[in-house]
């Protein structure tokens, strides 16, 4: 597993450190050779960048370019960390090719890290792509991880503002099979729909307050069918001002009577 790869690094790290100066002098340099580079000046070159970072990528396994990538870093140097994991896709078995896309999928593919802004979102989701497309999609065809694209697929949806929606239909998109599966599939268009009818409530909502905020006041009176019928202020107003007029005019026929 990945994970055992990262163990397994920490104790070759320990091994490695105690090289000679003039290989230590080589790694301080930003030269890292395979037979002197120890886990730990890997992790500082993957982390740090500079001169070290192509050699750092060459020298390091699956296990420390997951860590990297866990640990943050600009999405510019991200991007040739997931380049460099998916091009050693064609060389890895089935059950380290399953167990480095268990880490992408818990982490999401990446599109959330510790370190990010808001301006390298499209190369986030760029990096997202390439991991689903070099490394989760082959695996989800021999019908491995279900159980995580069920739950990955509905979090991905709703994360990182949007980007993680743009990941989802980019993949829907594309003109090859998903590989979500049955159990993605409904989990993901149950999380849509409900999020439809939480919107289409809200909407509801505050249409009903709006309408009795503002809807001029009504006053009903009944015709002489017994039906009720309701005026409107400028009917109200008119009705008030042919009654007076009407009185007006009774009371000049009664007094030209006198």
């Not at 990538?69 to 991007?79: H, I």
């Not at 480095?100 to 510790?114: D, F, G, H, I, S």
């Not at 001029?216 to 002489?224: A, D, H, V």
Request: charged fraction near 30%.
């Amino acid at each position: 597993m990945v994970e055992e790869a990262i163990v397994d690094d920490q104790a070759a790290d320990e091994a490695t450190d105690e090289g000679t100066d003039e290989t230590t002098d080589q790694a301080e340099r930003g030269h890292l050779p395979a037979v002197a580079g120890g886990a730990r000046r890997l992790r500082e070159a993957l982390r740090q960048g500079g001169e070290g970072f192509p050699a750092a990528l060459r020298e390091a396994d699956d296990g420390l370019l997951l860590s990297a990538l866990d640990g943050g870093m600009p999405a510019d140097r991200a991007t040739r960390v997931v380049v460099e994991l998916v091009r050693r896709a064609p060389e890895r078995g089935p059950e380290l090719a399953d167990a480095v896309c268990e880490k992408v999928l818990l982490a999401r593919l990446y599109l959330e890290t510790p370190e990010q802004s808001g301006h390298d979102d499209r190369l986030r989701v760029r990096n997202a792509l390439m991991l689903y497309e070099g490394l989760v999609r082959p695996c989800a065809q021999r019908g491995g991880t279900p159980e995580l694209l069920a739950c990955v697929m509905p979090a991905l949806w709703a994360a990182r503002g949007g980007a993680g929606r743009e990941v989802v239909r980019r993949i829907v998109d594309s003109r090859q099979p998903t590989g979500f599966g049955e159990r993605a599939w409904k989990e993901l268009f149950t999380s849509a729909a409900e999020e439809c009818r939480e919107r289409e409530a809200a909407a509801e909502a505050v249409a009903r307050r709006g309408a009795r905020r503002w809807w001029p006041l009504r006053r009903p009176y009944r015709g002489e069918d017994g039906g009720r019928i309701d005026l409107q202020p400028g009917q109200l107003w008119v009705s008030v001002l042919l009654g007076l007029i009407s009185v007006a005019l009774v009371l000049i026929v009664v007094l030209a009577a006198r």
